[in-house]
């Protein structure tokens, strides 16, 4: 038994039939005045005018400052010393590698003579040329958490070969701390000892958030190779500011770190008496040692360079303004129609 089923697409003389359009998707963008860059907008005109009063500008303002920068770099006073070869003795200037690396104690003294007189605090840097802490693998020596945390103090795979010792891992870790600077300075006025303060001469983030206050020297310079300065064990990470400036790397291969600050006068003519222990090994890399005593200003330490470039800057922004004045007064040129810098006008009003 079979049938025919009423086909849905036919119908009587009054059906109709329904067929939807195909949609077309559009990638035009949605139209808005920040799309289509109609937003309003300042359009100078560079006349003669504008362009000499802000060369001018320019130059009344970089002018006095490179010169208050530069009078200001010039009061510093600066006692700088370098004593890498005159603190070892003639007959072993031969090997001063073999020299540095002997047992014997390697103490000089040199008198320094004050040029000027240098109000306190008088800061007292040491200088190293050559010494490249900016090379990649010396500067991924150094675990942060191990110097933060008591807990992370096996956290040493990126220390190596200063990463354990007798099975032990060294805290701190890592080559920065195993070549911490270990020459030391001692000062003398008039058969009188001038004291170095060695308190907040690092950064204050350094000593609150990268250095743990419950983190002490573990296993420290007890492997075979011999470094720079030992820490005391008793004393927290936190408050050893001379591995605190050390650890932070320098960007050059020539930097200055701070060792203390003299918080005494000095008078023009005094002489001091310096006492160094030249034990920091630089000659197996002809690096060279200095020892620097400085003041400051409000600009800081001693930098011409910044006072110099103001006045470059300024200097030749007054040459252009001077060169255009005079060109726009002896060959003047007739300016264009400012209605051809904008497109939906039409040249001219026509």
Not at 50 to 69: E, H, R, Y
């Amino acid at each position: 038994m079979s049938w025919n089923a009423p086909s849905s697409s036919s119908g009587g003389a009054g059906s109709s039939t329904h067929v939807s359009a195909p949609t077309t998707i559009s990638k035009r963008p949605k139209y808005s005045k920040f799309t289509q860059q109609e937003l309003p907008a300042c359009k100078p005109i560079l006349t003669p005018g504008w362009v000499i009063s802000t060369f001018m500008l320019v130059s009344i303002v970089f002018i006095p400052i490179g010169v208050a920068s530069l009078f200001a770099s010039r009061h510093v006073v600066e006692i700088v010393y370098r004593y890498e070869t005159d603190c070892i003795p003639p007959a072993s200037r031969r090997d001063k590698v073999k020299y540095i690396q002997s047992i014997e104690d390697k103490i000089c003294t040199k008198n320094l003579t004050v040029p000027k007189h240098m109000k306190q605090p008088i800061y007292v840097y040491y200088q190293l040329d050559n010494f490249y802490q900016n090379h990649r693998r010396y500067v991924k020596s150094r675990s942060d958490g191990q110097l933060k945390y008591v807990s992370s103090e096996n956290e040493t795979q990126d220390c190596k070969p200063e990463d354990v010792a007798n099975r032990i891992s060294i805290v701190p870790c890592g080559l920065i701390a195993w070549s911490l600077f270990n020459d030391t300075f001692n000062f003398s006025l008039n058969n009188q000892q001038l004291a170095v303060n060695k308190r907040g001469i690092s950064w204050k983030s350094d000593r609150e958030h990268k250095f743990g206050k419950n983190v002490y020297p573990k296993n420290f310079r007890s492997g075979t190779l011999v470094g720079g300065a030992q820490l005391d064990s008793s004393i927290p990470l936190s408050e050893q500011e001379d591995l605190i400036v050390w650890m932070r790397t320098a960007a050059f291969p020539t930097f200055r770190k701070l060792y203390g600050k003299i918080e005494v006068d000095l008078e023009e003519n005094e002489q001091i008496q310096v006492t160094l222990r030249n034990n920091y090994n630089t000659y197996s890399f002809n690096g060279k040692k200095k020892l620097v005593l400085s003041t400051t200003t409000w600009l800081g330490g001693k930098n011409d360079f910044l006072g110099i470039a103001y006045l470059a800057v300024g200097g030749l922004c007054f040459f252009l303004a001077m060169a255009f004045t005079i060109v726009y007064l002896f060959k003047p040129r007739q300016l264009g129609d400012p209605t051809y810098l904008s497109w939906n006008q039409n040249p001219g009003g026509h």
